[in-house]
């Protein structure tokens, strides 16, 4: 297949929005990556790790990126389902019902240590993610495009965490661990934020909402070969079937690890899929939507090992 130059007019998009949040976030480009291209795709995005080493502030440098509408949703136990779809009430003035909007319906939506909040108000965000609506007290009101939930989460095993239900991870296009820097990527950290101004303090939209919409619109130029989606089919398959795992990755998944190959095509200025793009993909994409099985999880397996195995084993195919 012969490029052609359309993929190309995302990169200088792409590029802006690199380097505004690489002003904030100091040798983190992998997953900055994974971040743009879980929003080219329409995707929602897990960021774990441990306490303190960057995940709001890569989130919120995103969203101060984005000439969008932003809301931040700090989860505590005490947050109600209510509270992030909204409400109705009587208006005392007209005697009619009035929609009260809750604090999803915005463009960028921070779910601040969403696994620090119950399992019914985690679920709340479970309509939401799946299909850019909410529904209360029978009555749908659709979410303004583009749409994207960026949530942070500690580890499971931390003090007051609540695990994420199978069918809400499943519903996070792709999931981020964003490490410890290293030493010289600390010392770039100290010197910026020893200023008397923050870097997050001087962001600036770098695109809008319209902008973003188109770059999504081009993802589905890219061509995906039949060799591509057998290839995507044949590893989640192989999950499935997997004595270490439990659960291996739905449908859904599939078509996630395809969108996210086609999003590495569009970054890389080509219009079709290769097999690399899928096999990088395929950790951030899959490993939060498998389940150990308990012999697995007593021997110290991760998904993130049986993935990796798994990938070595499914035959890549030689065309494009």
């Given at each position: 297949m012969q490029q052609n130059a359309m993929p190309a007019q995302a990169r200088p998009m792409v590029y802006a929005l690199q380097q505004n949040i690489r002003r904030v976030i100091v040798?983190?480009?992998?997953?900055?990556?994974?971040?743009?291209?879980?929003l080219i795709c329409r995707g929602h995005v897990l960021i774990e790790d441990v306490p303190g080493v960057g995940k709001t502030t890569m989130a919120a440098a995103l969203?101060?990126?984005?000439?969008?509408?932003?809301?931040?949703?700090?989860?505590?136990?005490?947050?109600?389902?209510?509270?992030v779809t909204g409400f109705t009430m009587v208006n005392i003035q007209t005697g009619e019902m009035e929609f009260k909007p809750g604090a999803v319906m915005s463009q960028i939506i921070l779910a601040?240590?969403?696994?620090?909040?119950?399992?019914k108000t985690q679920s709340s965000l479970l309509e939401v993610m799946e299909e850019g609506q909410v529904t209360v007290d029978g009555v749908t009101h659709h979410l303004p495009r583009p749409f994207m939930v960026m949530a942070t989460q500690n580890p499971v095993d931390f003090v007051g965490t609540y695990p994420l239900?199978?069918?809400?991870?499943?519903?996070?296009?792709?999931?981020i661990a964003i490490g410890y820097p290293s030493i010289e990527e600390e010392m770039d950290v100290l010197e910026r934020y020893s200023a008397q101004i923050t870097p997050m303090q001087?962001?600036?939209?770098v695109c809008g909402a319209e902008?973003?919409?188109?770059?999504?619109?081009?993802?589905g130029a890219v061509y995906a070969s039949r060799e591509a989606r057998s290839y995507v089919a044949t590893i989640t398959a192989a999950t499935r079937?997997?004595?270490?795992?439990?659960?291996?990755?739905?449908?859904?998944?599939?078509?996630?690890?395809?969108?996210a190959a086609q999003a590495c095509a569009l970054l890389s200025a080509r219009d079709y899929v290769l097999p690399d793009d899928i096999r990088r993909m395929a950790l951030p994409v899959l490993s939060h939507r498998l389940i150990l099985t308990p012999e697995a999880r007593m021997k110290g397996i991760s998904a993130q090992q049986v993935l990796s195995n798994?990938?070595?084993?499914?035959?890549v195919p030689t065309g494009r």
């Open positions: 040798g983190k480009d992998e997953a900055i990556e994974l971040l743009l291209i879980a969203a101060k990126s984005l000439q969008c509408s932003f809301k931040r949703i700090q989860f505590t136990p005490d947050v109600t389902p209510s509270d601040d240590e969403i696994n620090r909040t119950s399992p239900p199978e069918a809400q991870m499943d519903r996070f296009f792709l999931r001087t962001l600036a939209p902008e973003i919409i188109a770059m999504q619109e081009q993802l079937n997997h004595p270490a795992l439990q659960l291996g990755a739905s449908p859904r998944g599939s078509i996630a690890l395809l969108k798994l990938l070595d084993t499914v035959p």
